[in-house]
């Protein structure tokens, strides 16, 4: 973990992406940024099974956009009924994104370590977000 995020949260993340070489990618690099990926799904019905059966222990998602000609939106859906924050990552980039994901963070494919870092950070700052709104509700 960089030096200027060390008071951050260290992430459990859901990778979704079904091409296994970017998925390694992602996964080796969010764990060398010192995060946990605590799943990978290469489908849509397989990351919602993940959800589910991973109920509290995931703190953030990584998503591509296009999986296997299906698109990802159910699983965004998903992580947005149950607070859960999210990026996406494709090659479509943010114009490829519907308008009611507008503010969610999208990684451009081909992406860099720090493209991920970054986004990695915002996730943080989501989930720290989410936690004092929890918080204020009890």
């Known amino acids: 973990m960089r030096a200027d995020q060390e008071y951050l949260p260290r992430l ?22 010192g995060h946990e990926p605590v799943g990978c799904a290469f489908s849509v019905p397989e990351a919602l099974s993940i959800l589910d059966e991973r109920e509290g222990t995931i ?4 998503l591509d956009v296009n999986l296997g000609g299906r698109l990802v939106y159910p699983v965004a859906e998903a992580l947005s009924q149950r607070n859960i924050p999210f990026a996406f990552v494709t090659g479509y980039g943010a114009y490829g994104v519907p308008e009611r994901f507008a503010s969610v963070e999208v990684v451009q494919k081909p992406f860099t370590e720090e493209d991920l870092a970054s986004a990695c950070a915002i ?3 989501a989930c720290l977000a989410e936690d004092a709104r ?3 509700r009890s």
Do not use: G, K, N, P
Not at 23 to 31: C, D, F, K, P, Y
Not at 59 to 62: G, N, V
């Open 134 to 136: 929890q918080a204020v």
């Open 12 to 33: 459990r993340l859901l990778i979704v992406e079904d091409e296994t070489l970017i998925s390694m990618l992602i996964e080796t690099t969010v764990r060398e940024l």
């Open 123 to 125: 996730l943080q700052q």
């Open 59 to 62: 703190d953030a998602a990584m």
